[in-house]
């Protein structure tokens, strides 16, 4: 066995890694793979976040004061879909990739050219999408929803707008055969299911999540499509079409995508909260069955986007009260989240920092989303800044900080180096601060009545505008502090540790820091499982 | 040894290859039952 050991390490040492550009074009491993997802994701969270700090710059005044009302409506599109699937997406696969082959004993992903596909696909479908804005008639500009007949009137953008789709969702699709069938076939021996950390365990379920919905979202654009271009009539009126169907489509898919953007983080607070705690997780199996439950329930409450559209007192009775039954699990998990704190030894390093501000602003998205889930209320609330609050508050403090947690949280792991403390202190102040500056004052100009998607608005909204403007320029100037942080922590700093955080379990913490380009090319044995399985 | 290990790690392999085509053909069931779905409820 020693010699074994010693086969592998000095394996590890000479690791037959490619390098120059090849060790990237055609990288098969999973950490360099995870690392260009994260890379990726970065660039078009700023590129998004760009988009975001002009929306803001052209609300700071009511009037139109820098964009043609075309061109604004093209950033809000642009922005949403740059967000959602170029920055948030592609961030989790990222995580997923470094981590999971770590956390469950695999040397690598089970399927590691289909990996590079997955990756690789990517960065076509963004520059695809990207170009658009300088094709005639500019980017898309009917909104990241897409609904027909408006989406219809795309100039030479709508092929692209398309294409861009169904490459992001087969990226995202491929990346989730690669998770399930890695989670399901490469767990050491003695890994069973109940012993997966919770990071493992919510991109298991994010990645069934993907493979029911993401084809719905590429069949609804493929009838877009013929629509557009063969003089097919699904959601043309005038050809006994009907476009309130493609809504339906689209939030069949739509609901269980903001799951998908936010299950992951779920995980990674599971992780962070216990080992700055320094307790177990308080009921990880009630966690499981909260989030596969939370995932069961976003396949029937799709039409709660929709309550305005007209559909039968039953159906709208139905899709509230599935709504409000989400809070039940979600309730367990802040529950636990707290429970787990109590009476633990606590500490607010960053991740912890980010974990806990997840905590309470998740919170008020979902509360206000439970606002928006009451048919009534909801009339008032539709197509309103309130709803603009809502789900910037679940996806913001929400999932990027779900984010950020992650990163700080391992970077040390994967980097080798304890980062400079004191910026990322810096840098979650700053964030914590400004985004509440930036997306709680959008709850009263929405109960004030100010609708979304329009570059001008009544003077009577021009105050908490401002604020909400100063908020978005802070907050995405807050954010150049995170780049910065990782390449001064890439580059240099004091020695992590194989276990960077002193209460930190899980089989990734028993691996040396930063891993080797192979890891666990031995499965781990069973003292190492037993010791990192402790949740 | 070598060859139980050998014959594990095959078994692993055929287990992964069956894994993926199934969920890619769930995948793509999916894709194309939406869109039968719209034809037949556009032809109703």
């Known amino acids: ?535 | 040894m070598a060859a139980a290990d050998l014959e594990a790690g095959s078994e692993q392999r055929r287990r992964v290859r069956r894994s993926a085509l199934l969920w890619g053909l769930i995948a793509a069931a999916f894709y194309m039952a939406f869109i039968v779905m719209a034809v037949v409820r556009g032809t109703k």
């Open chain 1, 1 to 535: 066995m020693a010699e074994v050991q010693t086969h592998a390490e000095s394996h590890d040492e000479h690791d037959h890694k490619p390098h120059g550009w090849r060790r990237w074009v055609y990288s098969t491993n999973h950490k360099d793979i995870g690392t260009m997802y994260l890379v990726f994701a970065c660039i078009m969270f700023f590129i998004g976040g760009g988009a975001a700090m002009l929306i803001r710059l052209e609300l700071f005044s009511p009037g139109l004061q820098f964009f043609d009302p075309q061109f604004f409506n093209s950033l809000t599109t642009m922005h949403a879909l740059i967000m959602i699937f170029g920055a948030i997406m592609p961030a989790w696969t990222g995580l997923a990739n470094w981590m999971i082959p770590m956390q469950v004993g695999a040397p690598d992903m089970a399927l590691p050219r289909l990996n590079n596909l997955s990756f690789w696909i990517l960065p076509f479908a963004f520059t695809l999408l990207l170009a658009s804005f300088f094709v005639p008639g500019g980017a898309p500009a009917g909104g990241w929803t897409m609904y027909p007949p408006l989406i219809l009137q795309t100039g030479a953008a709508f092929p692209m707008l398309i294409f861009s789709v169904h490459l992001m969702g087969a990226s995202s699709i491929l990346g989730a055969i690669n998770v399930i069938v890695t989670i399901m076939n490469m767990r050491a021996p003695g890994i069973t299911l109940l012993r997966m950390p919770l990071f493992v365990w919510t991109w298991l379920i994010t990645a069934y999540l993907l493979i029911a919905v993401m084809p719905v979202l590429a069949g609804a654009v493929t009838m877009l499509l013929t629509d557009h271009f063969f003089g097919t009539t699904f959601f043309t009126a005038a050809g006994g079409g009907d476009p309130v169907m493609f809504q339906h489509i689209f939030w069949f898919f739509g609901h269980p995508e903001v799951y998908i953007l936010i299950l992951p983080a779920f995980g990674i607070v599971s992780e962070v909260i216990p080992t700055f705690s320094r307790k177990p997780l308080f009921g990880y199996e009630a966690m499981v069955y909260a989030t596969a439950s939370i995932a069961f329930l976003s396949f029937i409450v799709w039409a709660h986007h929709m309550f305005t559209v007209g559909m039968p007192l039953a159906a709208q009775l139905f899709f509230m009260l599935s709504t409000m039954l989400i809070a039940v699990p979600t309730g367990v998990k802040v529950f636990n989240w707290t429970a787990t704190m109590w009476k633990g030894s606590l500490s607010f390093e960053p991740p912890m920092l980010f974990a806990l501000a997840f905590l309470f602003l998740f919170t008020i998205g979902g509360f206000s989303g439970l606002m928006l889930a009451i048919v009534p209320a909801d009339y008032q609330y539709q197509d309103t800044y309130f709803v603009v609050a809502h789900f910037h508050y679940v996806l913001v403090p929400g999932t990027i900080f779900g984010i950020m947690a992650g990163v700080y949280y391992w970077l040390p792991k994967w980097t080798g180096n304890m980062y400079d403390m004191t910026l990322g202190k810096w840098h979650f102040w700053l964030s914590a601060i400004f985004v509440n500056v930036l997306f709680f004052p959008q709850h009263f100009l929405g109960l004030a009545g100010m609708p979304r998607r329009i570059p001008d608005y009544a003077v009577q909204f021009t105050d908490w505008n401002r604020v909400s403007s100063i908020g978005g320029f802070g907050f995405g100037l807050a954010q150049l502090l995170f780049p910065y942080l990782i390449w001064k922590c890439v580059r240099g700093g004091v020695p992590a540790g194989n276990r960077a955080w002193e209460g930190a379990h899980g089989l990734e913490w028993e691996l040396p820091s930063p891993p080797p380009f192979h890891s666990w090319t031995t499965p781990p044995s069973d003292a190492v499982i037993a010791r990192g399985a402790e949740h």
